[in-house]
């Protein structure tokens, strides 16, 4: 049974930092591109950031450009999100998920549940 679990997100002022966290199980790690999502209320689910499975590439939403960095620990089973510089518009559910495939508009076969994530002005 595939599981990932989320963590690391909570309550921030504007200008702070967090760092998400995702560890995976039931799953060869190393094999999948994880990539981050976030839903806003009433909004639908954007991309954040993905990392390939080697972590040799990167992809960033431009909202996340220099702001956020994705890394991963293939030894821990683990992808992070570190956040930094954040803003209201930030406030979101955060969910990791995996991918054997990598890209933008991929479909990603494996989902966390979430961590809220919500930064006060």
């Known amino acids: 049974q595939v599981q990932l679990v989320e963590s690391g997100g909570g309550l921030v002022q504007a200008g702070g930092s967090l760092r998400l966290s995702c560890v995976a199980s039931?799953?060869?790690?190393?094999?999948?591109?994880m990539g981050w999502f976030r839903q806003a209320p009433g909004k639908e689910r954007e991309f954040v950031a993905s990392?390939?499975?080697?972590?040799?590439?990167?992809i960033y939403a431009d909202f996340a450009k220099g702001r956020f960095t994705i890394s991963r620990d293939n030894a821990k089973n683990t992808v992070y999100l570190q956040m930094n510089s954040l803003k209201p518009e930030d406030t979101a559910v955060y969910s990791c998920a995996a991918s054997f495939r990598y890209g933008v508009n991929v479909d990603y076969d494996y989902w966390g549940q979430g961590t809220q994530v919500t930064v006060s002005s």
């Open positions: 039931g799953l060869t790690f190393s094999r999948y591109a």
């Open positions: 990392i390939l499975s080697t972590a040799e590439s990167i």
